[in-house]
C-alpha cells in the first residue's frame, strides 16, 4: 500500500483478465544510456554551416514608448550578419491571433514591440553575427530612443482610474473577466451556521525555471519556403496555430522537430514569438540562424505562473465544519501579454470545488495586464492558484471554528462511493479516495506522534507545526473550455497521435507526436507495444522526440497538461492493437489458417495451436515491405499504421459554463513538519510525506519520480522562489543568485506512497499526471500557521512564506489577523 | 557604450578525456564555450549565466570546476575530464549505472555535471554519507528530481546498500 519503490501486483485492468506483461513494471529507462553518456541532443547541440548566433535587445524599461531604433552602428560592426526590428515586424507579419474574446481580443502583439515597450527585458530588436559573442556586444551597439512611461506593477491597481492602460487598443487593463456561479448562494448562506470572511490572500508569480533555457535553431529553405525549426518548444501544434498565420504561411511550411528537452514544465510552451523572429531573420539573411536564450533573459521575460489576489472571501459553513460553498473575486496578473491567456481563467474550473463536496460556488475571474513578463502556463497552471485557495480557506475555517483540519478535510472530502462525481460545473471526477490517502500520508509521517515531536521541538526552543495540501492534477483536457472564454473559438476536445510500423527487418518502430522534457516516454511506450505484440521491450523502436513531419502529429500534439499517460499511450495502444491485427491477418494468409487462430508471442505470429507454424516478425515485415507479389489483392495490410487518439468530449454549456473540462483526476495528498525559530522566522521542513493516486501506472519508478519532481517545486515555491518587482517593474530576481531554487542540501526526508483508483474511462485504467497540484505550497502554508498559532495566531495569507514573511507574522500576528473575521448567521 | 573591447586570441592546448586538442581562442571565450563549440563536445551544458547551476561542472586536472567561470585560455595545458569521458568501451560507469538504476535523472540537463561532482566525490571520499553527497552537489541544481534519487544512485555507486 504505501511502499515506495517494491515492485507492484502485476495490474488488473479487469478483474476477470489479469494481465502479466511489462506494464506495472519498473522497466529501465531507454533514455538514460545517451543521457548519462551525454550523447542527448539537445537544441543547442545542433550546428549548421554558415550558421548566425541571435541575440536580442530587451527593454530596459518597464513601460516606454519607443521613438525610435537605429541598427546602422550594430550592422557596421565586424561579424554582423544582420538585424530585425519592430518596424520591419510590423511589415512582414500579422498580430498573434488573439485567445480572447473583447477587450483582450483586441491585443496587437508581435514577435517584438512596435511602438512601445511594456515589460523589462520585452525584446525590441535583434541582432544576428558570426559568434555568441560578437551578437551580444553588438547589441549594445543598437541604439533605442525610450520615452519612459509609469509602470504598472501591482494587479490590484489595474483598474484604478489613475492607472496607465497597458494597450490602448483594448482601452482598459481589465482585459477579460467571467462571473461564474453554480448552485444556489443565497441557499447556501442561509443555511449556513457561521460565515467565514476573509479579506485578501495572494498567489505569488513563480515559475518551473526548467534547467534548459528556451531556443532554436532555425532553417529556411528557399526552394519549398519551408522552416526547419529545431527547438525546444513543447507544444508544437499550439506554437504553429500562432505562427502560421501570423507569418501569413500555412503550418505545413513550419516543420518542428526535438530531440531531448532539458525540461519543460509548461515554461516552453509560449516561445513562439521568438520563434518567429528567428525565422524571419533566417529568410531574411539566407543562412541558419541560433537563439539560446541567457538565463536572465528567460526570468525577465519567459512564462512566469499567473500570479493571482484572491479577495473579498466569504464561506458558507456549519459548526460541525460542513462546507456548503463561498464566494469570492479572483484578480489574475496576466503580465504584459496574453500569450496563453484568457485560459487560466477558465482552467482552473476543472477543479472548481477541489476535493470537496460543496456545491454552492461563485467565483468572478477578473485578468488584467500589468508591466511585468507575460504569463504562461507552469507546472499545475491555474488548478495550482485556486487549490491553494481552496485548501488555504479549509484550513483557515478549520483554525478559526476550532476544528480538526483532518476531519474537515473527511467530512467534506468526496467519498470513494460517490465516484465518478460531477461537481457543481459538470466535471466528471472519474475515481480517487482521498480519506484513504490522507490516511496513508498520516501513517507514512507518524501523524500519531504528533505530541510529542510538539514536545521535542519546543524542548529545543522551535515551534513544531504541521499541515496538509489535498489537490488535484487534472488532465487530458477538452479544448472546449476555451469557448467560456471565448464563444467564437473553434476548438474542442483533445488529440494525440502515434505511428507503429513494422519495417523489412521486423524493426518495430513507433513515432510519437509528443515533445518528452524527462517524462520517458519511450520507455512507457515500449510496454505499451511490448505488451500487446508479445515482444521484448527492447525489441521496440520509439523514436526520440518529435518531428511534425513523421505524420505522427494533430494539432494538439505536445506534452503539456497531464495527458500522456491517457492520450499518447490511448494512441500508441490503438496503432499497435492494428499493427497486431494486421499481423495476425498476414500470418494467417500465409499459414493458410483464419486471422482468430494467429497469436503473437515471443516475436513471432504463430498458430495458437500449432507453435511450429509460425513466422518471425522479420519475415512478416519483409513480405509487405520487400516481397509482397502473388498476396491476395484486397489483403488491406500495411504494417504501418496511424492511430489518433480523441477523448470523449461534448463542448460544454457556454450559457451555464458547464460541462466536462477534463478527463481524468489524479489526486494528491500531501503532509508536512515544520520547525520554526520563534526569534527569527526562519524554518526547516523537517518530514515530509506524499501520497499520489494516478490510477494505474504503467511504470512505477517513473510515477514516483514525477510526484518527487512536483514536491521539490512546490516547496521551491512555498519558501524562497518569487518573480519579485519593484514599483519601476525591475525584476528583483533575475538570475539562481537571487531566485532561490532548492538545492540538494534544502530537501527534507521524503516518504511517498500511493493509492491506486484506475480511471473508468480510460482504456488502460491511467490517468494523467506529472504535474502534481502544487500541494507541497498548502502543506508548507498550513504547517506555518499550525506552528505560529501560540504566538498571536497569525493567518498565512501568502503562498510564498520565505523567512522575513514567517518572521512578519511572528512580529505582526495582528495585522494578519485583521484578513479574518468569523460571523454568525 | 563606449565601444566594442579588443578581441585578442591564443592558442590553446587542452587534453580532453584522453584526446589532445590545440585551437586558437578568443582570449573572452568560456571554458564551457570552448568545449561545446570549439572541440564539439555537447555533453556539458549551460543552465545559467552566474555560475549557480552547475550544469557546465568538469574535472580540471582533477579539481571540480564550472567550466562557465573559466576561460578557456586558464585551461591551457589542462587535463580536462568530462561526462563524455565517464563509459569505457561502451560500459557504463558503476555512477553512470546507477543514475540509471534509481531513476536519478529525468530530463538528463543536469546530468553531466551531477555526474562529475560525483565523480570527483567518489574520488575523495569513496563512502559517502548522505550528508557529504548533499554537500557535494549542492552546486548543482536539477529541477526534476527534487534531488532524493541522486543521493541513493550516488550512495549505491559506492557500493553502499540504499533502502529501497
Redesign the interface.
Known amino acids: 500500500m504505501s511502499e515506495?519503490?517494491?515492485l507492484p501486483e502485476p495490474v488488473v485492468v479487469e478483474e476477470a483478465e489479469p494481465k502479466r506483461g511489462y506494464a506495472g513494471q519498473n522497466v529501465?529507462?531507454k533514455?538514460?544510456?545517451?543521457?548519462?553518456?551525454?550523447?542527448?541532443?539537445?537544441f543547442?547541440?545542433v550546428?549548421r554551416h554558415n550558421m548566425g548566433y541571435v541575440h536580442f535587445v530587451r527593454s530596459p524599461y518597464a513601460h516606454a514608448k519607443i521613438r525610435s531604433v537605429d541598427v546602422s552602428k550594430a550592422l557596421e560592426?565586424p561579424g554582423v550578419l544582420g538585424t530585425l526590428t519592430g518596424d520591419e515586424v510590423a511589415l512582414l507579419t500579422d498580430p498573434f491571433f488573439q485567445i480572447s474574446s473583447p477587450p483582450g481580443a483586441h491585443l496587437k502583439d508581435y514577435c517584438l514591440a512596435v511602438g512601445r515597450a511594456r515589460f523589462v527585458g520585452e525584446p525590441v530588436a535583434a541582432v544576428v553575427a558570426t559568434?555568441?559573442?560578437t551578437a551580444r556586444?553588438?547589441s549594445?551597439?543598437v541604439e533605442v530612443d525610450y520615452e519612459p512611461l509609469p509602470a504598472l506593477t501591482d494587479a490590484r491597481q489595474a483598474l484604478a482610474d489613475d492607472a496607465p492602460v497597458l494597450h490602448d487598443e483594448a482601452g482598459t487593463n481589465l482585459t477579460w473577466e467571467g462571473v461564474y456561479e453554480w448552485g444556489d448562494l443565497d441557499q447556501a448562506f442561509d443555511e449556513a451556521d457561521r460565515v467565514v470572511k476573509i479579506s485578501e490572500l495572494h498567489f505569488d508569480r513563480f515559475n518551473?525555471?526548467?534547467?534548459?533555457?528556451n531556443g532554436a535553431l532555425v532553417e529556411f529553405n528557399r526552394g519549398t519556403s519551408q522552416w526547419t525549426i529545431i527547438t525546444n518548444n513543447q507544444f508544437p501544434g499550439f506554437a504553429a496555430i500562432m505562427m502560421g498565420p501570423a507569418m501569413r504561411v500555412g503550418i505545413d511550411k513550419l516543420r518542428f522537430v526535438t530531440q531531448?528537452?532539458?525540461?519543460?514544465?509548461g515554461n516552453k510552451i509560449t516561445s513562439h514569438p521568438q520563434l518567429v523572429a528567428c525565422c524571419l531573420l533566417a529568410r531574411k539573411l539566407n543562412r541558419p540562424v541560433q537563439w539560446?536564450e541567457?538565463?536572465?533573459d528567460f526570468h525577465l521575460s519567459m512564462s512566469h505562473g499567473n500570479e493571482r489576489w484572491f479577495q473579498d472571501t466569504e464561506v458558507a459553513v456549519k459548526n460541525d465544519g460542513t462546507l456548503l460553498g463561498f464566494r469570492t473575486t479572483a484578480v489574475d496578473d496576466a503580465g504584459a501579454w496574453l500569450r496563453y491567456e484568457p485560459l487560466g481563467g477558465v482552467i482552473w474550473a476543472q477543479v472548481t470545488p477541489g476535493m470537496y463536496r460543496w456545491r454552492h460556488i461563485r467565483l468572478d475571474f477578473k485578468q488584467v495586464v500589468t508591466n511585468k513578463a507575460p504569463v504562461s502556463p507552469n507546472r499545475g497552471y491555474s488548478r495550482m492558484q485556486h487549490l491553494w485557495f481552496t485548501e488555504r480557506v479549509i484550513d483557515i475555517v478549520a483554525h478559526e471554528l476550532g476544528l480538526d483540519p483532518v476531519e474537515v478535510r473527511k467530512r467534506n472530502y468526496i467519498k470513494a462511493e460517490e465516484m465518478p462525481y460531477e461537481t457543481p460545473n459538470g466535471c466528471v471526477y472519474d475515481s480517487g479516495d482521498y480519506a484513504k490517502m490522507l490516511d496513508t500520508a498520516l501513517d507514512l509521517i507518524g501523524y500519531d506522534e504528533l505530541e510529542s515531536k510538539r514536545a521535542d521541538a519546543e524542548s529545543r526552543g522551535r515551534l513544531l507545526g504541521v499541515g496538509i495540501g489535498s489537490t488535484l492534477d487534472s488532465g487530458t483536457n477538452n479544448f472546449g473550455q476555451s469557448r467560456l472564454i471565448n464563444p467564437e473559438l473553434q476548438f474542442s476536445g483533445n488529440n494525440e497521435v502515434a505511428t507503429v510500423k513494422l519495417d523489412i527487418f521486423g524493426e518495430i518502430v513507433v513515432t510519437l507526436g509528443t515533445t518528452p522534457?524527462?517524462?520517458?516516454h519511450e520507455t512507457t511506450a515500449s510496454q505499451v507495444v511490448a505488451d500487446i505484440l508479445g515482444c521484448s521491450v527492447d525489441d521496440v523502436n520509439v523514436r526520440a522526440g518529435h518531428d511534425s513531419y513523421w505524420n505522427s502529429y494533430a494539432g494538439f500534439s505536445g506534452t503539456y497538461a497531464s495527458q500522456f499517460a491517457v492520450t499518447g499511450l490511448g494512441a500508441v495502444k490503438g496503432a499497435t492493437e492494428m499493427l497486431a491485427e494486421q499481423m495476425k491477418k498476414l500470418a494467417s494468409v500465409v499459414l493458410g489458417c483464419a486471422p482468430e487462430d494467429i497469436e503473437l508471442a515471443e516475436g513471432q505470429a504463430r498458430m495458437r495451436e500449432n507453435h511450429e507454424a509460425a513466422l518471425p516478425f522479420m519475415a512478416l515485415g519483409a513480405i509487405i515491405n520487400a516481397n509482397n507479389a502473388g498476396l491476395p489483392e484486397d489483403l488491406d495490410v500495411t504494417l504501418n499504421c496511424r492511430y489518433v487518439y480523441r477523448p470523449p468530449f461534448d463542448p460544454p454549456d457556454v450559457e451555464r459554463k458547464y460541462g466536462n473540462l477534463t478527463l481524468t483526476y489524479a489526486a494528491q495528498v500531501h503532509v508536512a513538519f515544520v520547525e520554526v525559530d520563534p526569534e527569527t522566522g526562519v524554518y526547516e521542513i523537517v518530514d515530509y510525506a506524499a501520497v499520489d493516486d494516478c490510477g494505474v501506472r504503467i511504470n512505477p519508478?517513473?510515477v514516483?519520480?514525477?510526484v518527487?519532481?512536483a514536491?521539490?517545486?512546490a516547496l521551491g515555491a512555498a519558501t524562497h522562489e518569487t518573480f519579485t518587482y519593484d514599483e519601476d517593474g525591475n525584476l528583483l530576481t533575475p538570475?539562481?543568485?537571487d531566485y532561490h531554487?532548492?538545492?540538494?542540501?534544502d530537501?527534507p526526508p521524503?516518504k511517498t506512497g500511493y493509492v491506486e483508483s484506475a480511471s473508468p474511462f480510460t482504456s488502460m485504467g491511467t490517468k494523467g499526471m506529472g504535474e502534481g497540484g502544487g500541494a507541497g505550497i498548502h502543506a508548507v502554508c498550513a504547517a506555518l500557521q499550525d506552528a505560529l498559532r501560540s504566538r498571536g495566531n497569525p493567518i498565512v495569507y501568502d503562498s510564498s512564506n520565505p523567512y522575513h514573511r514567517v518572521w512578519e507574522l511572528l512580529s505582526d500576528p495582528a495585522s494578519s489577523r485583521r484578513r479574518v473575521s468569523v460571523e454568525p448567521r | 557604450m563606449a565601444g566594442i573591447p579588443v578581441v585578442t586570441s591564443q592558442v590553446v592546448s587542452v587534453e580532453v578525456n584522453g584526446t589532445t586538442y590545440e585551437r586558437e581562442v578568443e582570449a573572452r571565450r568560456l571554458l564551457i564555450h570552448f568545449l561545446r563549440d570549439d572541440l564539439d563536445l555537447t555533453g556539458s551544458h549551460v543552465g545559467c549565466d552566474t555560475g549557480n547551476c552547475g550544469a557546465c561542472s568538469v574535472l580540471l586536472d582533477g579539481t571540480l570546476v564550472k567550466s562557465c567561470m573559466l576561460l578557456a585560455v586558464q585551461a591551457d595545458r589542462a587535463t580536462i575530464e568530462t561526462v563524455e569521458g565517464l563509459a569505457e568501451d561502451e560500459q557504463l560507469s558503476p555512477l553512470q549505472q546507477a543514475f540509471s538504476d534509481h531513476h536519478a535523472l529525468q530530463c538528463g540537463y543536469c546530468t553531466p555535471g551531477m555526474l562529475m561532482s560525483a565523480t570527483a566525490l567518489l574520488r575523495e571520499s569513496p563512502r559517502p554519507s548522505d550528508e557529504e553527497i548533499t554537500k557535494a552537489i549542492q552546486g548543482n541544481i536539477c529541477r526534476c528530481t527534487g534531488y532524493w534519487n541522486i543521493v541513493k544512485a550516488v550512495k549505491a555507486a559506492s557500493g553502499q546498500e540504499v533502502a529501497e
Open positions: 515506495t519503490t517494491t529501465p529507462r533514455e538514460d544510456k545517451r543521457l548519462v553518456q551525454g550523447e542527448g541532443v539537445f543547442d547541440d550546428r560592426h559568434t555568441r559573442e556586444d553588438a549594445e551597439l518551473s525555471t526548467p534547467l534548459e533555457c531531448d528537452i532539458g525540461g519543460g514544465f539560446t541567457w538565463r536572465t522534457q524527462g517524462q520517458s519508478q517513473i514516483e519520480g514525477q518527487m519532481g514536491t521539490a517545486q538570475n539562481f543568485y531554487v532548492p538545492h540538494a542540501l530537501m521524503l
